[in-house]
Nanobody
Framework: QVQLVESGGGLVQAGGSLRLSCAAS????????MGWFRQPPGKEREFVAA????????NYADSVKGRFTISRDNAKNTVYLQMNSLKPEDTAVYYC??????????????????WGQGTQVTVSS
């Protein structure tokens, strides 16, 4: 069983930055691919970014490329999402998730076995 706890959400003005963190309670953290999804108000959940267990491979949604960076610290069992140049359309609940392997399907929510409870990010215009 993997428990994921997100933190770092909040209210920020457009153009600002936030860094989300996700702490995982699992001994084999480096074996898991990690991802971030988000659910804007009134919309379906969507893929944001993913990273392989070693950190050597990453994948981003087109809407966040060049603005968001996913990274991980396997010594701390933590994955991060650095969000820069935030826009009002980035407003959403952001979820951290873990998958047993990294693949070409990391953009699909079905790949992930564990989910965090979510953290709210609100970007004001």
């Amino acid at each position: 069983q993997v428990q994921l706890v997100e933190s770092g959400g909040g209210l920020v003005q457009a153009g600002g930055s936030l860094r989300l963190s996700c702490a995982a309670s699992v001994r084999t953290f480096s074996s898991y691919a990690m991802g971030w999804f988000r659910q804007p108000p009134g919309k379906e959940r969507e893929f944001v970014a993913a990273i392989s267990g070693s950190g050597g491979r990453t994948n981003y949604a087109d809407s966040v490329k060049g603005r968001f960076t996913i990274s991980r610290d396997n010594a701390k069992n933590t994955v991060y999402l650095q969000m820069n140049s935030l826009k009002p359309e980035d407003t959403a609940v952001y979820y951290c998730n873990a998958a047993r392997y990294y693949s070409d399907y990391v953009t699909l929510s079905d790949l992930y076995d564990y989910w965090g409870q979510g953290t709210q990010v609100t970007v004001s215009s």
